[in-house]
């Protein structure tokens, strides 16, 4: 789904697991328990995604966009943030599979992880 414009759209429960969505666009879109396992999120822009208890296990977040995104009790084992291109204010209390020495991506601060 390359360039796809999912802006806004309710994709809850939606399983979009191993699915491309290099350069889509979800921003503020809702993926609450979506299945996203093995999905390509290469480049996208997920600001202010609501993506709470969704399955992301494995999936590619080089060069997306995760500011403002909600990512509590989400399951990311095997998801490398160190590639995400941007992680202000991504919330992550409860979730899942983040080692506990994550490094954050340059050009962010430790505290744009924030427990809310």
Avoid: F
Avoid at 24 to 41: S, V
Avoid at 97 to 105: C, H, K, N, S, Y
């Amino acid at each position: 789904m390359p360039r796809t414009d999912l802006a806004e759209k309710d994709l809850s429960r939606a399983n979009l697991s191993g699915s491309s969505l290099t350069g889509a666009d979800p921003r503020g879109a809702t993926l609450h328990e979506a299945y996203l396992r093995d999905a390509d999120l290469t480049d996208a822009d997920l600001t202010g995604a609501d993506l709470r208890g969704s399955h992301l296990e494995g999936a590619n977040v080089a060069g997306c966009t995760l500011d403002g995104a909600d990512l509590r009790d989400a399951d990311l084992r095997g998801v490398d943030l160190t590639a995400a291109a941007s992680v202000a204010g991504v919330k992550i209390d409860g979730a899942v599979g983040l080692p506990d020495d994550t490094v954050i991506p340059p050009g962010t601060n430790q505290d744009d992880l924030e427990s809310v």
